[in-house]
């Protein structure tokens, strides 16, 4: 445990600036690939029980429940870019767990042209990370934390790229009251070897959740705030612009309420602990980039259901981004 940490700390120490959006390097890391994940906004960090999908979202997820569990998910994003994951947990005879997990992303084929327009073929890209995580309880307590380090490595065309981060969460759930609160410090690490010559930065991410499950009802809240690392993540869009009669445009303001609700996730879980399980969420960020103004398309919800049939649980989760795109992941574990 202690080496763990002491490699944690030197990677933690790298540069982790507080960007969001288009700003750093492979940003595949911040799609959600599990379905239960993305059903419940995307950016959960207050899942328990035998999830392994958690794991690879909030290290201090990890615990013996998962034990032997394996699970595999896959979805498509826009055109021919599909992405997915797998993860797996082992507790040993000593008690302890561990968690090994996989995210990629393949942008499909694409035609490649040089500076003249003269077609160069076709080529394609792939964004692959690799973790391994590990647990620690904290004795007589509800508290645990964890650590995820991943490698990370991307090929687009003839261009190549290698990174090393870590993941750093809390965990806090009491069974009896059904409360459960988490803190994720997402990809805190740096590249080893860029694209070109320009390091680029990752996207280091700090999310807060709280969840509860109410005593008379079978639902269960969950509450996020996500990009805590930075307040400012609005920005505007010259789309909004008001233009006057004199053609001059004054831009869109993004005021103190809209800023706040872009940190904003909530999901909710209807029969959460029985075979089969219905799953709302509410993304406000998305749901404020990706609107259009003069139609009504519901950017930023998503859905999903969960079927559990003895040692197998098949997920499903619907994303709505926008009218030209949005995804669908199916997700199948399995108790070995």
Known sequence: MRKLLTLVS????TTAT?????KDAYQFLQMPTS?????LGGSNVTITGNEVNQVLYNPASLNTEMNNMLAVN???????V????ASYAHTFKNGRSFHIGATFLNYGSMEGYDENGTTTGSFSGNDVALSVGYAHPIENTNFVIGANLKAIASSLESYNSFAVAADIGGLYNDVETGWTAGLTFKNLGGQLSSYEDIRETLPFEVVLGVSKRLENVPIRWHFTLDNLQKWNIGFSNPNRAQIDLE???TEEKVGFGNTLLRHVVVGFELFPEKNFTIR???NFKNGEEMKILEQRHFAGISAGFGLKVKRFKIEYAYNRFTLA??????????KL
């Open 325 to 334: 795109g949005n995804t669908n992941l199916f997700g199948l574990s399995v």
């Open 247 to 249: 053609g001059k445009a």
């Open 35 to 39: 379905p239960k994940q993305a059903a």
């Open 280 to 282: 709302l969420g509410y």
């Open 18 to 22: 507080a960007q969001v959006g288009g």
């Open 82 to 85: 599909s992405l997915g994951s």
């Open 74 to 80: 896959f979805g498509r994003f826009y055109g021919d």
């Open 10 to 13: 030197f990677i933690t120490l």
